[in-house]
């Protein structure tokens, strides 16, 4: 029997879409309390048929894996999405209010009105998760067979958090850290779409990010005795300022496609708040700079030096530089197999040209590029324009749906000698 992509369409389900979107959304999962929710991805990945297991990745930490076994000689194709949340919902109401406006402050945290889903977690990423499960289930339903095997990756660690000094564990070990335990162990594939908030648009461009510690040390004295002693807080507002006058032409200096790379001034420590008769002995600042394809981590950390260099010129303070994050960039082409078969499918969905897009944030993508698998975003939500933190537009959700069956249908019966040759890949 020959199966049509209007068979497929047809067998897309909204209604059980959005039911597996709010029932992963109402399952706590902040970064390093992944376990109940890949045990639940697990679950549904079975409903649809697909062989599923758990990979423990450190203790009740698990990628959620699924597998559709393809019939031999075809490209095969993985979509990857993290089961971690930035933050969880029970965290300081004030915090999350400073997030979202929609989240609930006790559960259910995730619920539909009307044409909306709204949650933590909908929008980030467990709309695009259960969309690649209803995608499976409707090329099982309409009865497509595949040559190239299908994966289902719900990963671990994904936010962009890390160890740093004091804070320590899972809770902090992200920024990739399921999807390369994934790659290494098993968790490969020709190519991997990821459903990352692109809203509907191809992000084929990765930007790499650097961490960095600008420390200064020096004496605590008791406040009595503190005149003419140099504070080191006051000292670090000297650095902020250096700062700030380089940062434009460090964004001018690494900008790529017309996206100025973000430089944040993430946080500062010094002293003890709870002993302030005593002067800080110490200030840390923590800075997250973003750098494009063709620039490297030590680019970044020679363009700091320079700063620091100024520092000292002019106020002859010299800080302590620590690279804490380097995460590379990864960068694949128009001419990649997979970029076409979005472009073809999306096109078919939406009735209207694949819109492309960069930003300068990271994702799971450049960790499977640079293992191998050809990996590009293209995700339901963050529309422009449309949606804010914790929303979900349900027709967006389905029209993702649908392209991620048609991609799939495509991909995976290609001849796998032709289209992996298809494509060029760079990265960091």
């Not at 380089?246 to 944040?264: C, D, F, H, L, S």
Request: hydrophobic share 40%; glycine share 10%; aromatic share 10%.
């Amino acid at each position: 029997m020959t199966v049509t992509v209007e068979d497929v369409l047809a067998r897309v389900d909204e209604a059980k879409t959005v039911k597996r979107t709010l029932e992963l959304a109402n399952v706590e999962s902040p970064t390093g309390f992944e376990g109940e929710c890949a045990e639940l991805y697990k679950r549904m990945m079975e409903e649809v048929g697909l062989k599923a297991k758990l990979q423990e990745v450190e203790s009740g930490r698990y990628n959620a894996v699924g597998i559709w076994d393809g019939r031999g000689g075809g490209a095969s194709l993985m979509f990857n999405g993290h089961l971690d949340t930035s933050f969880s919902p029970r965290e300081d109401p004030e915090v999350l209010k400073a997030i979202s406006p929609v989240y609930r402050l006790e559960p259910p945290w995730a619920y539909r009105d009307g044409d909306w889903l709204y949650g933590m977690g909908v929008f980030n990423m467990k709309g695009a998760l259960a969309a690649y499960v209803s995608a499976v289930e409707a090329l099982h339903d309409a009865g497509v067979e595949l040559k190239g095997d299908l994966m289902l990756a719900g990963v671990v660690g994904e936010i962009e958090k890390t160890q740093v000094d004091q804070y320590k564990g899972a809770h902090l070990r992200g920024y990739g850290y399921g999807t390369a335990y994934l790659v290494t162990h098993g968790g490969i594939t020709d190519f991997a779409i990821l459903g990352e908030p692109t809203g509907l648009r191809l992000m084929l461009s990765h930007f790499g990010s650097v961490w960095a510690k600008i420390s200064l040390r020096g004496q605590m004295v008791h406040t009595a005795h503190s005149a003419g002693t140099n504070n080191l807080i006051l000292q670090m507002n000297r650095v902020l300022q250096v700062l700030e006058e380089w940062i434009p032409g460090y964004q001018e200096r690494m900008a790529y496609k017309g996206v100025k790379p973000t430089v944040n001034i993430g946080a500062i420590e010094g002293g003890w708040p709870w002993r302030c008769s005593r002067t800080p002995w110490f200030c840390n600042l923590y800075i997250d700079l973003r750098y494009p394809p063709g620039r490297s981590a030590t680019d970044v950390k020679e363009e700091l030096r320079q700063a620091l260099a100024i520092v000292e010129k002019r106020y002859g303070i010299r800080p302590e530089l620590d690279i804490y994050v380097s995460d590379a960039w990864a960068e694949v082409s128009e001419d990649a197999y997979v970029a076409k078969a979005l472009e073809r499918s999306h096109q078919k969905v939406l009735g209207a040209p694949l819109e492309r897009v960069v930003f300068s944030w990271s994702s799971d993508a450049n960790v499977l590029t640079r293992n191998g698998v050809v990996a590009v975003n293209y995700g339901p939500s963050g529309g422009p324009g449309k949606e804010t933190r914790g929303t979900l537009y349900i027709p967006n959700l389905i029209a993702c749906t649908k392209v991620y069956a048609l991609a799939a249908m495509d991909i995976c019966n290609q001849e796998r000698r032709r289209v992996v040759r298809e494509f060029t890949v760079r990265y960091g």
